[in-house]
């Protein structure tokens, strides 16, 4: 069963506008982390933000938070004054925390994020 | 600070050829490596991980195997490639034993075409 769903397949944000990324998730672990990672046309992947199941805070990293809301299992990305750079495909992730998990991330399908000037 | 490496960049090699993909961490000991693959347009599938020397776990079973030789070497292989072994394979690392907060940290892929 898909354990990650991102509905957006793609989306146009106009430059210096903020974007939501919505992430659902799905699980019966009470310990768990959900990951945000941008990729680039370039193909790596780079880590952008972290929340855990059990702060009470929602995550924040310069330009980007994460509205948690735990009761939805919802985890969506906000991208604040959007830049050109921004372009890419975003994916979330979730890593359960029980031991057979063994640390494994699991990703969602991507939302493609095309900034326009 | 830590760094991976992952090797070749672009890779085109013909059907039921073999394949050797090379990543290396640094600055680290003892990391958790993973090899993730994605096909175009597609999130990330895990095909193996490993939480030590010479301890590989496989997700997927599929004619690609791995190997750790060393503490900080991980190693996708393959036999003879088929054509959908195509895609884009990402190595990565995390730190042991941090739970579920601890993220991954990934090389820069390698992009394999299989003709």
């Known amino acids: 069963a898909q354990k990650i769903t991102q509905t957006q397949p793609g989306m146009f944000v106009q430059e210096k506008e903020a974007v939501t990324l919505d992430c659902t998730y799905d699980t019966s672990d009470p310990s768990y982390g959900l990951f945000w990672y941008k990729q680039p046309s370039s193909g790596e992947m780079i880590f952008l933000i972290y929340q855990g199941s059990y702060d009470q805070q929602n995550a924040t990293e310069g330009r980007y938070s994460l509205n948690f809301q735990k009761a939805r299992k919802s985890a969506n990305l906000v991208i604040s004054a959007s830049q050109l750079g921004d372009s890419a495909m975003y994916f979330c992730a979730m890593r359960e925390g029980r031991e057979d998990s063994w640390g494994k991330l699991q990703f969602g399908a991507g939302t493609q994020v095309v900034v326009t000037p | ?115």
């Open chain 2, 1 to 115: 600070s830590q760094t991976i490496h992952q090797w070749p960049a672009t890779l085109v090699q013909p059907v039921g050829s073999p394949l050797s993909l090379e990543c290396t961490v640094e600055g680290t000991s003892n990391p958790n490596l993973y090899w993730y693959r994605q096909a175009a347009g597609r999130g990330l599938q895990l095909l193996f991980y490993s939480v030590g020397i010479g301890q590989i776990s496989s997700e997927v079973p599929q004619n690609l195997s791995a190997s750790r030789p060393q503490d900080r070497q991980f190693i996708l292989s393959s036999k003879k490639l088929l054509l959908s072994d195509s895609g884009f394979y990402l190595c990565a690392w995390s730190h042991p034993g941090e739970g579920a907060g601890s993220p991954l940290h990934f090389g820069n892929g390698t992009r394999l075409t299989v003709t």
